[in-house]
């Protein structure tokens, strides 16, 4: 079946860096996702993309759906402590609402003062 | 955004009792809705596609019997641990889309269950 590499697993970072997480397939999607969950409840909508190449920026997110349809990637920048939960990729294989989410592993992000 | 809502939030039960999460899409309707399955520090694992008025597909591996899921209206899906076991315990979310063009997935707030 499909699978979503995602990296790193986890980071530490310092408040006011910037952050890069992506996210690989070993087959192509049409829609690409990106969603932040806290903890305890559920996975947060953060970006959605709907091109192959297409950049979108969310506030201080920004994703990029890979040119090979197999990758994305999401970029915050100047982080904060709010930033601070698990990140997922989900990908599509086409559109529509009967269409299955399939998501990454997750990378952790944890940010220091 | 859409607002998907999960009840209850948490829920202890006894081992082999049955219970009851809902999943309502508050302010669209869905024909569609998925439910998901999440271990500690884990990614979302996919359980089953539920359908308005027609039976729900089940991913392999996940027992049919054992999470009984209805469709009963398009706002409203419900999701049956029956007979739970420890095992059982775990974080279920469920997910609807609002919209077939883009395919953007919705989520609750998600379900605790905890099986003495």
């Known amino acids: 079946g499909q699978q979503l590499n995602q990296s790193p697993q986890s980071m530490f970072i310092q408040e006011g860096e910037d952050v890069s997480m992506n996210c690989t397939s070993s087959?192509?999607?049409?829609?690409w996702l990106w969603y932040k969950q806290d903890p305890g409840e559920g996975p947060v909508l953060l970006i959605a993309?709907?091109?192959?190449?297409e950049l979108t920026s969310n506030g201080r997110l920004t994703a990029q759906f890979g040119i090979t349809r197999k990758d994305s990637f999401l970029n915050i920048s100047a982080s904060i402590p709010s930033d601070v939960g698990i990140y997922f990729c989900?990908?599509?294989?086409?559109?529509?609402?009967?269409?299955?989410?399939?998501f990454g592993t997750g990378t952790r992000l944890q940010v220091t003062l | 955004g859409a607002v998907v809502s999960q009840h209850p939030s948490r829920v202890i039960c006894k081992s082999g009792t049955s219970v009851k999460i809902e999943c309502r899409s508050l302010?669209?309707?869905?024909?569609?809705m998925f439910w998901y399955r999440q271990f500690p520090k884990k990614s979302l694992m996919l359980m089953a596609t539920?359908?308005?008025?027609?039976?729900?597909?089940?991913e392999q591996g996940v027992e049919k019997d054992k999470f009984l899921i209805n469709h009963a209206s398009l706002t409203l899906s419900t999701l049956t641990v029956t007979s739970a076991h420890p095992e059982d315990s775990s974080f279920y979310i469920c997910?609807?889309?609002?919209?077939?063009?883009?395919?953007?997935?919705?989520f609750g707030e998600g379900s605790r269950l905890t099986v003495l």
């Open positions: 087959s192509i999607f049409n829609t």
């Open positions: 302010d669209f309707q869905a024909t569609t």
């Open positions: 539920s359908n308005e008025g027609s039976k729900a597909t089940y």
């Open positions: 993309l709907y091109k192959a190449g």
């Open positions: 997910s609807a889309s609002r919209d077939a063009n883009t395919g953007e997935l919705f």
């Open positions: 989900a990908g599509r294989p086409y559109t529509g609402t009967a269409s299955k989410l399939t």
